[in-house]
């Protein structure tokens, strides 16, 4: 393959098996989305808005692009705007880990942080995502630029039903037992879960949520604050469909924690917290009894870890 820019080389990522943290029942297999240009699975949502805007005429060239981002989302947006010529503005809660900040920085963004609501350090809220998003908004007004409205933003659902589900369904040429992400905007779980169940109405999926924040299994919220960065913010995404989700499963700071440590010592792979609550959760999964003795779960490594 010959790239022409840096929005070649997103999508298309490699599947691993996971045996060295996960020897049985059945076993973990995890697309290796840390490997796209900006380093984790948002490359594909930020691809396919930007592409999807200036088709349609929202973006036009050279327009500014405004989003609210907890870093990935804007780590994408950098690297496609680069390539497509628009200067990028992000707005991201000052309680994201400041390497993603500085990320941002290095690909031309400029960033505003914004204070925390009722957040910490390392630990964002969805009052401090709304906090940050209204501040994005308002910058996309006064500059006359396109604003990306991730949480709202159908095309994402889409890349991955046609993207990463489908890429799932060639790499492995079966349907899969069991499919485990966790949520934030919630494209990732249900655009790949349609692709999934289309191919297979029996394929269990299931939602990683925090232990206590876990508003799409209808329990009320205790723990608003949790390390899982970009997810669970206290509030069921706008498109979602609960028809997608078999079950949800919960992963505590202490699990997220563990696993990450194992991900790396153990199969070299430095990834994020999302990454490690969804390969504890598929390991869950295989270990409830649900599934078959010999299934294959598939789940998804979100990010590096280099941006935490």
């Not at 070649?8 to 098996?17: E, F, M, R, S, V």
């Not at 396109?146 to 890349?159: G, H, M, R, S, W």
């Not at 966790?182 to 299931?206: D, E, I, N, P, W």
Request: glycine residues 12%; proline residues 5%.
């Amino acid at each position: 393959m010959l790239a022409t820019s840096s929005i070649d080389l997103i999508g298309n990522t490699p599947l691993i098996t996971l045996t060295r943290v996960h020897d049985g029942p059945g076993r973990i297999l995890a697309k290796a989305e840390f490997l796209q240009p900006g380093g984790s699975v948002k490359d594909r949502a930020a691809q396919a808005i930007l592409l999807a805007a200036r088709a349609d005429g929202r973006l036009a060239p050279g327009m500014p692009v405004v989003e609210m981002t907890s870093g990935n989302m804007g780590a994408g947006l950098a690297v496609a705007c680069a390539a497509l010529g628009h200067p990028l503005v992000v707005t991201m809660s000052a309680g994201n880990s400041p390497a993603r900040a500085r990320m941002l920085e290095g690909l031309g963004a400029e960033v505003v942080l914004v204070p925390q609501v009722d957040g910490a350090p390392g630990q964002v809220t969805g009052a401090d995502v709304e906090a940050a998003a209204r501040v994005a908004a308002a910058l996309a007004r006064e500059r006359g630029g396109f604003y990306v409205d991730q949480f709202n933003a159908v095309e994402c659902i889409a890349a991955h039903e046609t993207g990463t589900g489908r890429e799932i369904l060639q790499q492995l040429g079966a349907p899969v037992d069991g499919w485990v992400a966790a949520v934030g905007t919630g494209c990732t779980f249900m655009g790949v879960a349609r692709a999934l169940k289309a191919a297979s109405a029996a394929t269990v999926c299931a939602a990683v949520e925090p232990l206590g924040c876990e508003v799409l299994a209808g329990t009320p919220v205790t723990k608003a604050r949790h390390l899982i960065q970009g997810t669970s913010y206290g509030a069921v995404p706008p498109h979602w469909d609960p028809t997608l989700m078999d079950l949800s499963i919960a992963v505590t700071d202490d699990e997220a924690q563990q696993w990450r440590r194992r991900l790396a010592v153990r199969e070299g792979l430095y990834v994020g917290y999302s990454a490690a609550a969804n390969v504890c959760a598929a390991a869950k999964l295989l270990g409830s009894g649900r599934l078959p003795a010999d299934a294959t779960v598939v789940t998804v490594l979100c990010d590096t870890g280099l941006k935490y």
